[in-house]
């Protein structure tokens, strides 16, 4: 097996005789020269990002009809507002985007604000409390400890037998 001829002598007066070439230490004459890029034909200085060139894009104005009356949005408003309005009119892919748009706005998540105004009444609290037991009642059987009989389960009372009439 051959082995790798030893790198050429330096002359014993060459004052950068001590450097050693390797690893991250490139030799000199291979180095990027001073005020020269390391990328002379990358992206010209000024040029946006594509960050910057979509949100300038979406910044523009358009004319949009309303009625009978026209005005000049961003199309970043002009996109929400067709996306709202083909989801009222019942468009399934555009609800689908609606939700994609709305949801990392985190609007879907906030709770409403409790009315202060209403109050439920005693009735009201008492068939709320009856479909809560029923709905644990429900869960339970899913578990295997439910109701043992079926008008248990659907929440029927049995019909009384009827009475004699004398």
């Known amino acids: 097996m051959k082995r790798n001829p030893p790198p050429p002598s ?61 005005r000049k949005v961003p199309i970043m408003v002009a996109i929400v507002r067709r996306c709202v309005n083909n989801a009222l009119q019942g468009d399934p892919k555009y609800f689908a985007a609606f939700l994609q748009l709305v949801r990392p706005t985190g609007l879907l998540d906030e709770e409403p604000e409790p009315s202060s105004t209403q109050s439920i009444s005693a009735e009201d609290e008492a068939i709320l409390a009856t479909f809560i037991e029923r709905l644990q009642g429900m869960s339970n059987t899913l578990d295997g400890e439910g109701p043992s009989t079926e008008a248990e389960v659907v929440g029927t009372v049995p019909e009384a037998e009827p009475e004699e009439k004398a």
């Open 10 to 70: 330096r002359p014993a007066g060459d004052k950068d005789a001590a450097y050693e070439i390797g690893y991250g230490k490139p030799p000199k004459h291979t180095r990027f020269k001073p005020g020269r890029s390391g990328n002379p034909r990358g992206r010209p200085r000024g040029l946006p990002n594509l960050r910057t060139l979509i949100r300038s894009t979406l910044d523009e104005k358009v004319t949009i009809r309303e009625g009978d009356r026209t």
